[in-house]
């Protein structure tokens, strides 16, 4: 029971910080009018993708959490990026400024890239399982700047 528990509370909190972050840029949502870059996706397929990343982001802490495996250097790569996770759309949709959004994302990869292979030397399947994330979050950085130089 203990272990279910675990993975529910793993995957609860990416889940509502990206919700409530959802909920602060929900206003200043401008995706539809702006003009985008060849290769994106309409408006409705990034809610789709972001709850599946923080599920599987939840169930790969979940997996190191359950182990065991947890340290500081885990707790604060995995905390740190999911912080700037969660700044980013609030500097690309209501600060609007594109640009530093385009950093920022930057930032967001190397954090990810830095929790994968702090993952993965606990356990290899809790790293492979930020993959995706990571993928996305690079294409993301492609339309952040493609956005910011269509749209000047």
């Known amino acids: 029971m203990?272990?279910?528990?675990?993975?529910?509370?793993?995957i609860l909190f990416p889940v509502l910080v990206g919700w409530l972050v959802g909920?602060?840029?929900?206003?200043?949502?401008?995706?539809?009018?702006?003009?985008?870059?060849?290769?994106?996706?309409?408006?409705?397929?990034?809610p789709i993708v972001w709850i599946s990343l923080y599920?599987?982001?939840?169930?790969?802490?979940?997996?190191?959490?359950?182990?065991?495996?947890?340290?500081?250097?885990?707790?604060?790569?995995?905390?740190?990026?999911?912080?700037?996770?969660?700044?980013?759309?609030?500097?690309?949709?209501?600060?609007?400024?594109?640009?530093?959004?385009?950093?920022?994302?930057f930032l967001l990869a190397i954090l990810i890239a830095l929790m994968i292979e702090k993952f993965y030397s606990k356990n290899k399947l809790s790293g492979i399982l930020q993959f995706p994330y990571l993928i996305w979050t690079i294409f993301a950085a492609y339309l952040n700047f493609s956005i910011y130089l269509l749209n000047k």
């Open 23 to 46: 909920i602060i840029i929900s206003d200043s949502m401008d995706y539809s009018n702006l003009v985008k870059p060849i290769g994106a996706p309409p408006g409705i397929i990034f």
């Open 55 to 105: 599920i599987l982001m939840g169930v790969s802490y979940g997996i190191l959490e359950n182990r065991e495996l947890i340290d500081k250097s885990i707790n604060y790569i995995y905390y740190l990026q999911l912080l700037v996770n969660a700044i980013w759309p609030i500097i690309f949709f209501v600060l609007k400024m594109r640009l530093l959004a385009f950093a920022w994302i």
């Open 2 to 10: 203990r272990k279910i528990y675990i993975f529910i509370k793993s």
